[in-house]
């Protein structure tokens, strides 16, 4: 029963240093999403997939990139850390495309990323 | 303005009471509605859909106002379970327009 699963939970980087966030989902979702939420901010749309080898850009991509080699895998690389990256992120997927009546995401536990 | 917006609160209340939270939204042509709750340090859940007739569910009663722009999340009978941060969600169409806003905190005391 796991649904959506992110690795780390937790990391502090260096500035300069890069590093990918793994997340994988095993409900066969074709939607999977990466976001980021700010103290007191909503969460901001990343990069999205609507399936294997198709990725899109979100509302906040700069210093980001991902790949969806499979349906269960999507990958989010940070390359040249920055303070500004420091952030909880969330991996989620999705079975409807978003705006669908009754869509719903599915969320990981969350990435808490500390960029010193 | 923002495009999703809600009171930040802390709304604090106690066990038993009644609790409303208000979100509005800037785009008119937003097609979709969600409250999402978040506990602390957690990932987001979806509590409920919002369908345009208004819903409810046990305790929780939804309610959209498209004229006004807004959607609204009503808690009876709070709990101290219910003590979380509630997410206001609008999709708009044309893309993955998925806007949350940055949720209302509600604290529910013994």
């Known amino acids: 029963n796991a649904g959506v699963t992110q690795t780390p939970k937790f990391r502090i980087l260096k500035i300069g240093q890069s590093m990918t966030l793994q997340c994988t989902q095993d409900?066969?979702?074709?939607?999977m999403y990466w976001y980021r939420q700010d103290p007191g901010m909503g969460l901001k749309l990343i990069y999205y997939?609507?399936?294997?080898?198709?990725?899109d850009k979100g509302e906040v991509p700069n210093g980001y990139n991902v790949s969806r080699s499979t349906t269960e895998d999507f990958p989010l690389r940070l390359e040249l850390a920055a303070p500004s990256q420091t952030s909880v992120y969330f991996c989620a997927s999705s079975y409807l495309s978003p705006g669908q009546l009754n869509e719903k995401l599915f969320f990981g536990s969350g990435t808490q990323l500390s960029v010193l | 303005r923002k495009e999703v917006e809600q009171d930040p609160g802390p709304f604090n209340v106690p066990e038993g009471a009644t609790v409303a939270f208000n979100c509005t939204y800037s785009n008119s042509a937003s097609q979709s509605f969600f409250w999402y709750r978040q506990d602390c340090r957690k990932e987001p859940k979806l509590l409920m859909s919002?369908?345009?007739s208004g819903n409810e569910d046990g305790r929780f009663t939804a309610q959209l106002n498209r004229a006004s722009q807004y959607i609204s999340l009503l808690i009876r009978d709070s709990k101290l379970s219910d003590s979380a941060t509630y997410l206001c969600?609008?999709?708009?169409?044309?893309?993955?327009?998925?806007?949350f806003g940055a949720g209302t905190r509600l604290f529910v005391k013994a």
């Open positions: 409900m066969n979702h074709n939607y």
């Open positions: 919002v369908y345009s």
């Open positions: 997939s609507v399936g294997a080898g198709i990725t």
């Open positions: 969600v609008v999709d708009n169409t044309g893309g993955f327009k998925t806007i």
